[in-house]
Antibody, heavy 119, light 110 residues
Framework: QVQLVQSGAEVKKPGASLKVSCKAS????????MHWVRQAPGQGLEWMGV????????NSAQKLQGRVTMTSDTSTSTVYMELSSLRSEDTAVYYC????????????WGQGTLVTVSS | QSVLTQPPSASGTPGQRVTISCSGS????????VNWYQQLPGTAPKLLIY???QRPSGVPDRFSGSKSGTSASLAISGLHSEDEADYYC???????????FGGGTKLTVL
């Protein structure tokens, strides 16, 4: 069965960088995209970007361009999302979600990673 | 401000039928298919409807989706208390070259 397991919660200081991992299993890793979506406390879902493990191409939301980097390690079927220059507004639960299965958008989701940015 | 517009709240009593609307534009719903997600408190979103009206295996047929022009709807019939959750619509946006979400609708089962 498809599973996406994310790394654990993190606390970061403003200006620092964050790297969240998402380990996939139960499907052919390079055959599907990986989306990143975040949710600030009490808020809705915000699409951050998408990564194609087959070739490494990425596309990210305009407001995050320049701060977000997505990479992968195909040997471990893991996708990484790195966000730099953190500010308090980046406090959120970060989700990875497999795309390109049922449709372009995410079908299976990771459990989420809580990131708190605080001085 | 979300690109797709949903009502912030909806409610119904057990057994009732409720609908949740999602309004977009020609660059998203008008030219791409719509997904619906259910998010129970404290959990990750779950795919409920894909390609406007298709249900992944395991999703009860009480849940149905439709799309017309630049709008879409999610209908839940025979409402259960466990349907109390946040519901989000989503679609690919050709202008933004990404996925856009609605702001979410909090469904309360009275």
């Amino acid at each position: 069965q498809v599973q996406l397991v994310q790394s654990g919660a993190e606390v970061k200081k403003p200006g620092a960088s964050l790297k969240v991992s998402c380990k996939a299993s139960g499907y052919t890793f390079t055959s599907y995209y990986m989306h990143w979506v975040r949710q600030a406390p009490g808020q809705g879902l915000e699409w951050m970007g998408v990564f194609n493990p087959n070739g490494g191409s990425t596309n990210s939301a305009q407001k995050l361009q320049g701060r977000v980097t997505m990479t992968s390690d195909t040997s471990t079927s893991t996708v990484y999302m790195e966000l730099s220059s953190l500010r308090s507004e980046d406090t959120a639960v970060y989700y990875c979600g497999r795309g390109g299965g049922y449709s372009y958008g995410p079908d299976y989701w990771g459990q989420g990673t809580l990131v708190t940015v605080s001085s | 401000q979300s690109v797709l517009t949903q009502p912030p709240s909806a409610s119904g009593t057990p057994g009732q039928r409720v609908t949740i609307s999602c309004s977009g534009s020609s660059s998203n719903i008008g030219s791409n298919t719509v997904n619906w997600y259910q998010q129970l408190p404290g959990t990750a979103p779950k795919l409920l409807i894909y390609s406007n009206n298709q249900r992944p295996s395991g999703v009860p047929d009480r849940f149905s989706g439709s799309k017309s022009g630049t709008s879409a709807s999610l209908a839940i019939s025979g409402l259960h208390s466990e349907d109390e959750a946040d519901y989000y619509c989503a679609a690919r946006d050709d202008s933004l070259n990404g996925v856009v979400f609605g702001g979410g609708t909090k469904l309360t089962v009275l």
